[in-house]
């Protein structure tokens, strides 16, 4: 067994993947709920989930965190949400610099459908195989570049299907029906994008769950909860029962 297989079993040691996303500033700034980031680590960390999802200049700036959890860090970013400009993404954080941080894997973000499909993807396929020679995960976010694609279960097989053929180890993509489309054509772990904050969050779950999804990535859904332990535990029993 090789590093990189060591930390792939690490992350999936319970048989799926809770991660809390708390990378949104990187696009929006000052995310509702994520107003005191460090005040947000500090007690996600001490709660059921099996690692948290951050970009490098707050992971530089924390004094400590749980040896126990997981540390993914973001290595690519695009434009923020003054512009809007969400598709050319850059990979801009090394795998040194990761290693240096503490990262146990690491996410790059894939927008396929635009005009410049090839420079993102080239992106993504360049960080996927650097930190792989360091042993280091890759999780591969696959988004449409097309908001209207975002519930489509074709469009998000297919993507999804291409950051695995690139190399990437895990997929990290949005939720749609039929779902089971999506896991069954991609080779490697697919894990849920939490998306936006609803009522529906249980049902997308449970059906993601059921159809071969192995965690969930959760951001707003989370950080914006209330009775965030409340909400975990209803979020591992999910995929518990599976």
């Known amino acids: 067994?090789?590093?990189?297989?060591?930390?792939?079993?690490?992350?999936?040691?319970?048989g799926s993947l809770i991660v809390a996303a708390a990378d949104h500033g990187q696009f929006a700034g000052?995310?509702?709920?994520?107003?005191?980031i460090g005040r947000y680590i500090s007690e996600i960390e001490t709660l059921d989930i099996d690692g948290i999802l951050l970009n490098p200049g707050v992971v530089?700036?924390?004094?400590s965190f749980n040896a126990n959890k997981l540390l993914i860090i973001r290595v690519t970013h695009a434009g923020s949400a003054l512009s809007g400009d969400i598709g050319n993404t850059k990979y801009f954080l090394d795998p040194e610099q990761a290693l240096r941080l503490g990262a146990d894997a690491v996410i790059v973000m894939g927008i396929v459908g635009q005009e410049r499909d090839s420079d993102a993807l080239h992106a993504l396929s360049k960080a996927v195989w650097d930190y792989q020679r360091y042993g280091i995960p890759v999780i591969a976010e696959m988004l449409p570049y097309r908001k209207e694609d975002y519930s489509s279960p074709e469009?998000?097989?297919n993507i999804s299907r291409i950051g695995a053929e690139l190399g990437a180890n895990v997929i990290k993509t949005m939720m749609t029906a039929n779902y089971g489309e999506v896991v069954r054509s991609c080779p490697v772990p697919v894990i849920i994008a939490g998306g936006e904050k609803n009522r529906d969050f249980f049902v997308s779950l449970e059906d993601a769950a059921k159809a071969g999804a192995k965690g969930?990535?959760?951001?707003?859904?989370?950080?914006?909860?209330?009775d965030r332990t409340g909400f975990l535990k209803k979020v591992r029993e999910v995929f518990a029962s599976r």
């Open 155 to 157: 469009v998000i097989a």
């Open 1 to 14: 067994m090789n590093g990189l297989e060591r930390r792939l079993d690490r992350m999936f040691s319970r």
């Open 216 to 226: 969930a990535a959760i951001g707003r859904n989370l950080f914006q909860e209330k």
């Open 60 to 63: 530089s700036r924390i004094a």
């Open 30 to 36: 000052v995310p509702l709920g994520l107003e005191d």
